[in-house]
């Protein structure tokens, strides 16, 4: 079993959709979970960042994040077509890197 | 804030010569820099993370005598590939961590595309 572990889509959802993005991870210590968008081409921007169980709302994004599940996940309310891109999750390990998952494919049709 | 610059954001050359990528953080010390590779449609591959003052750790499978690394600053890391051939061409992508309040928080540079003919 992978240590994090992602849908790779691709996923596509209308213009003004919420788009949906989940996550599993395998070790139930981890405590820190980061979602990064990458466009095509381009290197991996930070969107955000959850510790504690439930939900962290930023603007459009509200990451939720499930312990006793072992899932977190990734909402884009409102989404559009600039939101098309690979959203990948990433979790830190004990040596301070990240366990990245393969990344989800988002697609925003207009 | 938390800014990395990369240089050079791309880079052409001839198979057998040596290429150097720089990493910085512009606006905080970063004790810990990562340098990534990423192929066309793949995921990140680790490569190696660099610790300011001390020799990197490599993932298994890099070549350390290819790929040196050296983080002679806490806001500096450079990546020389030796002897490139046309499989080390990619995208290269490095990352800092700002180590305070023991965040694991990765900031990347914008990526150095790598081109060897």
């Known amino acids: 079993q992978k240590e994090v572990e992602q849908n790779s889509g691709p996923l596509s959802v209308p213009e003004g959709a919420i788009a949906s993005l989940n996550c599993t991870y395998s070790?139930?210590?981890?405590?820190?979970f980061f979602w990064y968008r990458q466009y095509s081409g381009k290197s991996p921007e930070l969107i955000m960042f959850i510790y504690s169980n439930g939900d962290k709302e930023d603007g459009r994004f509200t990451a939720q994040l499930n312990k006793a599940s072992q899932y977190v996940s990734l909402l884009i309310r409102d989404s559009q077509p600039s939101d098309s891109a690979t959203y990948l999750c990433a979790v830190p390990t004990t040596g301070n890197q990240f366990y990245f998952g393969t990344g989800t494919s988002l697609t925003v049709i207009p | 804030g938390a800014v990395v610059s990369q240089h050079p954001s791309w880079v052409i050359c001839k198979s057998g010569t040596s290429v150097k990528i720089e990493c910085r953080s512009l606006d905080f010390q970063a004790t810990t820099m990562f340098w990534y590779r990423q192929f066309p449609k793949q995921s990140l591959m680790l490569m190696a993370t660099?610790?300011?003052?001390?020799?990197?750790?490599?993932e298994q499978g890099v070549e350390k005598d290819k790929f040196l690394i050296n983080h002679a600053s806490l806001t500096l890391s450079t990546l020389t590939v030796t002897s490139a051939h046309p499989e080390d061409s990619s995208f290269y992508i490095c990352?800092?961590?700002?180590?305070?309040?023991?965040?694991?928080?990765?900031?990347f540079g914008p990526g150095t595309r790598l081109t060897v003919l």
């Open positions: 990352s800092a961590r700002a180590p305070a309040s023991g965040s694991h928080t990765q900031y």
């Open positions: 070790d139930r210590g981890s405590q820190s």
């Open positions: 660099s610790n300011e003052g001390s020799k990197a750790t490599y």
